[in-house]
T-cell receptor, first 115, second 114 residues
Framework: GAGVSQSPSNKVTEKGKDVELRCDPI?????LYWYRQSLGQGLEFLIY????????KSGLPSDRFSAERTGGSVSTLTIQRTQQEDSAVYLC?????????????FGQGTRLTVV | AQSVTQPDIHITVSEGASLELRCNYS??????LFWYVQSPGQGLQLLLK??????LVQGIKGFEAEFKRSQSSFNLRKPSVHWSDAAEYFC????????????FGAGTILRVKS
């Protein structure tokens, strides 16, 4: 696709429900990131996928958070038993990693509100 | 551990004044360096990047940044700020030796006084 696509753009869920956030990266990009941005905060790293390597999950805040990337392309971030503190904008980015690092291209984000 | 520091959380400048936003990193290896901008309600946009070569790089919207290896810094500058530059600015660093993962600073919010 032309850019990184995230869906839904907005999600309101009740506390305790599970949610799935989707990211379609730029075609051919080998690296995919998930970040979280809370109101007035910076970018909090969540997880990083790079090719066939094991994902870097060091940023996931709890075991309620998980992510997968199917076929090296589409990624889904799942939050189980959502809590109010999970409310934030979840950003996905992709990049082409070859000899070195290239810039990451960001989607518009999914705004998650837990009520 | 890899880290990126943007020491200024907020900066306010007058329109037409010069701007410098600071970014420091802590790695032993040669990093790849980026500056992104996020305007209110918008996504993140790449301003400029440094991979190698000339340590002064030019970006979009009249921004430039200088890589100083001795200071582990990559500061962003603009000679004359416009009101439309009001936004949040993020420095990011990627290091091959750490799996090429991009690590972002906490961001600096720029306010422009008219």
């Amino acid at each position: 696709g032309a850019g990184v696509s995230q869906s839904p753009s907005n999600k309101v869920t009740e506390k305790g429900k599970d949610v799935e956030l989707r990211c379609d990266p730029i075609s051919g990009h080998t690296a995919l990131y998930w970040y979280r941005q809370s109101l007035g905060q910076g970018l909090e790293f969540l997880i990083y996928f790079q090719g066939n390597s094991a994902p870097d999950k060091s940023g996931l805040p709890s075991d309620r958070f998980s992510a997968e990337r199917t076929g090296g392309s589409v990624s889904t971030l799942t939050i189980q038993r959502t809590q109010q503190e999970d409310s934030a904008v979840y950003l996905c980015a992709s990049s082409l990693v070859g000899v070195g690092v290239t810039e990451a291209f960001f989607g518009q984000g999914t705004r998650l509100t837990v009520v | 551990a890899q880290s990126v520091t943007q020491p200024d959380i907020h900066i306010t400048v007058s329109e037409g004044a010069s701007l410098e936003l600071r970014c420091n990193y802590s790695y032993g290896a040669t990093p790849y360096l980026f500056w992104y901008v996020q305007s209110p309600g918008q996504g993140l946009q790449l301003l400029l990047k440094y991979f190698s070569g000339d340590t002064l790089v030019q970006g979009i919207k009249g921004f430039e940044a200088e890589f100083k290896r001795s200071q582990s810094s990559f500061n962003l500058r603009k000679p004359s700020v416009h009101w439309s530059d009001a936004a949040e600015y993020f420095c990011a660093v990627g290091v091959r030796e750490y799996g090429n993962k991009l690590v972002f600073g906490a961001g600096t919010i720029l306010r422009v006084k008219s």
